[in-house]
C-alpha cells in the first residue's frame, strides 16, 4: 500500500506507467494486490534463472545485454 500512496502522489517517479493506468481502472486493494504478484513473479523468475533484474524499458520489455566476446 506504501507503493499505491506514493504512486498517487501528482509527478510521482516511483511507479511505472503501469500502476496509474491500474489504479484509473480499479479499486486500491486490487491494485495492491495485481502488484504484490507482479512483484512475486519478478523474484521468482530472477531467482529460477540466476539472472540480474533488469528494469523494464518504456515498451515494458527488459532487454537482454549484449554478449560481448
Known sequence: MAVIRAA???GSKRATEWLPRLLARRAKK????A??????????????TGEA?????????????????
Not at 486490487?30 to 494486490?33: H, L, R
Not at 515498451?59 to 554478449?67: D, H, I, L, M, S
Open 53 to 69: 533484474y533488469r528494469r523494464p524499458t518504456a515498451g515494458g520489455v527488459a532487454r537482454r545485454p549484449a554478449v560481448i566476446s
Open 8 to 10: 498517487e502522489r501528482p
Open 35 to 48: 502488484l504484490a504478484n507482479k512483484m512475486a513473479r519478478m523474484i521468482w523468475g530472477t531467482m529460477t
Open 30 to 33: 486490487v491494485a495492491a494486490v
